[in-house]
């Protein structure tokens, strides 16, 4: 394993728990006062700043699903995808650890949410629609992923792009399930949890990984656009934005044309 896999999939870990930690905190802590929009805020914030402190390391997918879409447009191998989620679900499991310890007798926080922040459906929305709400959403969170981290995307604002989509899925999913759109945010909370919501944590696994397989076929179907023609032959490479969703060339191939996606430059460089 070469040393910038190890450093991508610490950072992969770290990132995924200060994920389930501060923003299903929100929930979990403030939920009552801050609201769905709150909430909501909370999820795209961090996700915002992690995109551009994590994104040069491993290039800040710390979900699943996102790791998926890279996998399927060959920007990594099934082994690194393999150990990205490995550290994905520990780090959300993690995170979701200490949110239980701080809502435990010796935290002594009170739970807002009930049930640790898990997402779940029955109460304002059917299985069958709670399926069909998340692959939707998780498949528009990572269509934007895949095409703001593209050749032609405008360098350094990929992960405000990001950052804001996130924020608006979950302003629609919060009142129905919580909005998971990354099963490693689902599963952490969910195994404390129990009861229902650990029943049916599949859903909030299965459909976000749905999502985004239809966003790999979408964007290889529309394909990203490109601006070759305005980049000189001296520079050798489009530019690239760094605060997406790539992974350093030492274990990245350079990925198909059709995605829209293209290989980051030396450590230091972005996602």
Not at 137 to 162: D, W
Not at 216 to 244: Q, Y
Request: glycine residues 14%; negative net charge.
């Amino acid at each position: 394993m070469s040393p910038t896999l190890v450093r991508s999939l610490l950072v992969e870990f770290l990132g995924t728990a200060l994920l389930v930690f501060v923003a299903v905190g929100s929930a979990v802590a403030g939920i009552d006062q801050l609201g769905p929009t709150g909430v909501a805020l909370a999820f795209g914030l961090v996700l915002l700043a992690l995109a551009y402190a994590f994104g040069p390391v491993s290039g800040c997918h710390i979900n699943p699903a996102v790791t998926l879409a890279v996998l399927l447009t060959r920007g990594m191998t099934p082994a690194e995808a393999a150990g990205y989620w490995v550290a994905q679900f520990a780090g959300g499991i993690a995170g979701a650890a200490l949110l239980q310890v701080l809502t435990s007798d010796f935290g002594g926080l009170t739970d807002q949410t009930g049930a640790l922040g898990s997402n779940d459906w029955g109460t304002t929305i059917s299985g069958g629609g709670a399926f069909v709400l998340e692959t939707l959403l998780t498949f528009a969170f990572v269509l934007v992923i895949l095409l703001v981290t593209g050749k032609a995307a405008a360098p350094g604002f990929a992960g405000l792009a990001i950052g804001l989509t996130l924020t608006a899925v979950h302003l629609i999913g919060i009142p129905l399930t919580g909005t998971s759109v990354n099963p490693a945010r689902s599963l952490g909370p969910a195994l404390f949890a129990g009861g229902d919501p650990l029943a049916h944590v599949w859903l909030f696994i299965v459909a976000p990984l749905v999502g985004a397989v239809l966003a790999v076929v979408v964007v290889a179907a529309i394909g990203a656009p490109r601006v070759v023609d305005e980049v000189s032959a001296e520079a050798g490479e489009l530019p690239v934005d760094r605060t997406g969703a790539e992974l350093p060339p030492e274990t990245a191939p350079t990925p198909r044309a059709s995605s829209g996606r293209q290989r980051t430059e030396a450590p230091g460089q972005g996602g």
